[in-house]
């Protein structure tokens, strides 16, 4: 006996399950933010942001994330990270780092969000760093329907309540003024240091020739002096010897 066959349009639709299945799973290995409070204008919005561990033998140590236009570090504050781990302000984001986790876990925290911009959508590119020195760099932007191989993560924003308003900017995190100081300040902490290190050349090059002008006058008249006197003193020895011969 013959054993019936699967109508082809069932196993048509069971390798197109398959193939949506491994796809899926391939693109679940990448960085995902959400926030309850996803709108823009949006005031302390926390968001949540999950790394996927890609690596079955190395764990993910650390992340680098780079704001978006529209926000800086100070408009960031922690809330939660894994067990033992740091968040780190940076010139243009944040890092948060600690022991490698196990291979395969995923790194999950979240921050708070002084205030969402005015956009439709926020990007936070993420670099993952394994305990391998392997590094997944999440920072392709979507275009459009391409997915880009290693896309960024990327929080989609409501359109702003009615009445909301920008906040005035925030004042500059420690780690912002000492990345990147501003070029008045380094300007006047080389002048002080110039002039705080180096007397006046006009002063130094003036009081050196006055000194050396007075000392080379007064050696001058003294070696004048004595050399008349010895010579008035040779001149009179010499009158006085002729003087004293027989016969002069």
């Given amino acids: 006996m013959q054993r019936p066959r699967a109508p082809r349009h069932v196993l048509t639709a069971l390798l197109t399950l398959g193939l949506a299945l491994g796809t899926a799973g391939t693109a679940a290995a990448h960085v995902e933010v959400n926030s309850s409070t996803a709108q823009a204008l949006a005031v302390d919005a926390t968001v949540t942001f999950s790394a996927e561990g890609e690596s079955s033998t190395a764990g993910i140590k650390d992340l680098k994330v ?18 033992g781990w740091t968040y780190t302000a940076t010139a243009d984001g944040w890092t948060v780092a600690g022991p490698a986790l196990a291979p395969g876990a995923a790194a999950e925290y979240s921050v708070k969000i002084r205030q969402l911009p005015a956009a439709a959508s926020v990007v936070f590119k993420t670099l993952v760093d394994y305990s391998d020195g392997h590094t997944d760099r999440w920072i392709e932007i ?3 329907d391409t997915k880009p191989e290693h896309p960024a993560p990327v929080l989609a924003l409501r359109p702003a309540a009615a009445g909301a308003t920008p906040l005035p900017a925030a004042a500059p995190t420690a780690a912002q003024s000492s990345a990147a100081p501003s070029a008045t300040a380094t300007a006047t ?4 240091t110039t002039v705080t290190s180096s007397p006046s050349p006009t002063a130094a090059t003036t009081g050196g020739k006055s000194d050396d002008s007075g000392e080379s006058t007064t050696a001058i008249v003294l070696g004048s002096l ?19 011969r027989p016969g002069r």
């Fill in 66 to 83: 780079t704001l978006p236009a529209g926000l800086t570090p100070a408009d960031v504050t922690p809330v939660t990270t894994p067990d």
């Fill in 142 to 144: 979507p275009q459009g």
């Fill in 189 to 192: 902490a080389t002048v002080t």
């Fill in 226 to 244: 004595g050399a008349v006197v010895v010579l008035g003193t040779l001149i009179a020895l010499a009158v006085r010897r002729r003087s004293s």
